[in-house]
């Protein structure tokens, strides 16, 4: 699973989207890197104890450092060929990819948690590991 991959995704929706304005569909790629080291300090707020180091670029969410295009996360397998990557939000909310792996081919669901429990899919994406 770890490499790195190119990323497509299919927002259904925008953090600052305005009530009452229809959302949009919109389509952005990005990269993705999952390294198969676990990471030296695990992030709290992921439920799971096995956590590995992961740097994603979704813009309009991540915020890298100065000097870096890409935003820290940690990414954890689940049962079956599947795994989480989870990341915080420029907005503070955490925001996960769910997915499956199918050959070179991640794909599944953008999700976006708030502080408060709340919880919505953004949309779709679709990962292509790189040679």
Do not use: C, K
């Not at 990471?39 to 104890?49: G, L």
């Not at 991540?62 to 990414?75: L, M």
């Amino acid at each position: 699973m770890s490499g790195h991959y190119v990323v497509r995704y299919q927002l259904e929706q925008s953090p600052g989207r305005q009530r009452g304005r229809r959302a949009t569909a919109r389509t952005t790629a990005s990269q993705l890197r999952l390294d198969d080291q676990p990471v030296a300090v695990p992030d709290p707020n992921v439920v799971s104890s096995v956590q590995f180091g992961a740097l994603i670029q979704l813009p309009g969410y991540t915020r890298a450092p100065r000097g870096r295009t890409a935003q820290s996360a940690v990414w954890f397998p689940v049962p079956g060929d599947s795994i989480v990557v989870q990341f915080t939000s420029a907005q503070g909310a955490q925001v996960q990819l769910r997915g499956a792996l199918r050959g070179r081919t991640l794909s599944g669901d953008v999700w976006y948690l708030s502080d408060s429990g709340a919880g919505f899919q953004l949309g779709t994406f679709n990962a292509t590991r790189s040679r």
